[in-house]
């Protein structure tokens, strides 16, 4: 009861803010935008005693114009229980908090529906990101493929389905996160994916978050093959990494400015600058001051650039909203 009220206020004042002419809505063509993992908790896996920056629900995180877009992490599995995928949404919808649908491994987190349309309202785009480390994203062969597109529109995007997880929500696209596995029947998925966006009632989005080194290992071909919106290049836990952005041997974004140019078969994708939000394990965080100067530099001669990608929202809210520091830096 006290949940539904409360979304719901945050639902009008957003609305209101809408009316009020201080949001607009997400641009894929601008350099400015900020993209946001939400989904994983990832401060709360390595500050477990700090419970109050934990990951809340994703409507908190849109209260501001600092972010513009969230890939929802992680639709981990292709297949499981039903022939239907497998959702993970950390503390947020879970087996304690959340029931399955039944027959099947998937969770029933419709109590979101009203967080993802107030973000939407908000102006932002909210997509379902497909993989993680762990993600299993794998197809016997490209009929397989080419039929699971019809399933993820019916489940997340304009179709209709019993076992929506978040239910009358529409999301804006879906996001590539893989990091292992093969790429068998991803060409096929895609385009069957993107004929079926074409043909929706408002613009969808497919995105992808390769790693640095050139060419990703685990979705490059893909990446060559099929025109994708926007690339978030995880310039982190690898010798790429942001640690190294002054040794132009190491930070590469001049190669997947070029890929972009002469690549891709959309010569408009737009490349981000993926970055951790918190000094964690692994390697590429820097302080705001320098992702600052790394993002003015990068903004001014790069035509391909289109923002930054953050993993993830709880660790930029726990690290002192470093999210706001990088939209600053984006908005100059
Ligand atoms: C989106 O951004 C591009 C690039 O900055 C700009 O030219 C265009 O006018 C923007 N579109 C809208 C609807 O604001
Ligand atoms: C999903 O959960 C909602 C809210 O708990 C419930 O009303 C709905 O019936 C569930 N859907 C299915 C198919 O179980
Ligand atoms: C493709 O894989 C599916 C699922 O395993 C299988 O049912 C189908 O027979 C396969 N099709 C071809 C053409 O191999």
């Known amino acids: 009861m006290f949940i539904a009220d409360s979304s719901r206020l945050m639902l009008s004042s957003l609305l209101l803010g809408v009316m009020a002419g201080r949001t607009a809505a997400f641009n894929m063509s601008s350099n400015k935008n900020l993209a946001v993992y939400w989904g994983q908790n990832s401060y709360g896996a390595s500050n477990s005693d700090d419970t109050a920056h934990w990951q809340q629900r994703l409507s908190y995180y849109c209260k501001d114009n600092v972010i513009d877009t969230f890939p929802i992490a992680f639709l981990v599995d292709s297949y499981a229980e039903g022939n239907l995928p497998l959702i993970d ?7 304690g908090n959340a029931n399955y649908f039944p027959g099947t491994g998937l969770l029933n987190c419709s109590f979101l529906a009203s967080d993802i349309k107030a973000c939407q309202a908000a102006g932002k785009a909210v997509t379902i990101s497909f993989g993680g480390g762990a993600g299993h994203i794998q197809f016997r062969n490209d009929s397989q493929a080419t039929a ?3 399933t993820i529109w019916n489940l997340f995007l304009g ?12 999301l804006d696209g879906i996001d590539m996160d893989i990091e292992g596995g093969s790429q ?7 385009t069957e994916l993107r004929k079926l966006m074409n043909r929706g009632k408002k613009k969808y989005y497919i995105t992808a978050a390769p790693q640095c080194p050139f060419p990703d290992a685990y979705i490059g071909s893909t990446l060559n093959t099929v025109g994708f919106d926007a690339v978030y290049v995880q310039f982190y836990n ?3 990494g942001l640690q190294h952005y002054k040794n132009r041997n190491d930070w590469n974004f001049a190669t997947w400015d070029n890929w972009a140019k002469s690549v891709s078969p959309n010569h408009d994708i737009k490349v981000y600058i993926g970055a951790p939000a918190l000094p964690a394990a692994g390697s590429g ?38 999210d706001k520091a990088v939209k600053k830096a984006l908005k100059n």
């Open 238 to 240: 690898n010798y790429c």
């Open 159 to 170: 179709g209709k389905s019993k076992t929506r997880p978040f239910g009358s929500a529409i």
């Open 184 to 190: 068998t029947g991803y060409v096929s998925f895609l």
């Open 148 to 150: 699971y597109a019809k």
């Open 285 to 322: 965080y820097v302080n705001s001051k320098t992702i600052t100067s790394i993002i003015r530099q990068t903004q001014s001669k790069f035509s391909s650039f289109g923002g930054v990608m953050l993993w993830d929202v709880s660790d930029a809210y726990g690290n002192h909203r470093y």
């Open 89 to 95: 949404l950390a503390n947020t919808c879970n087996s």
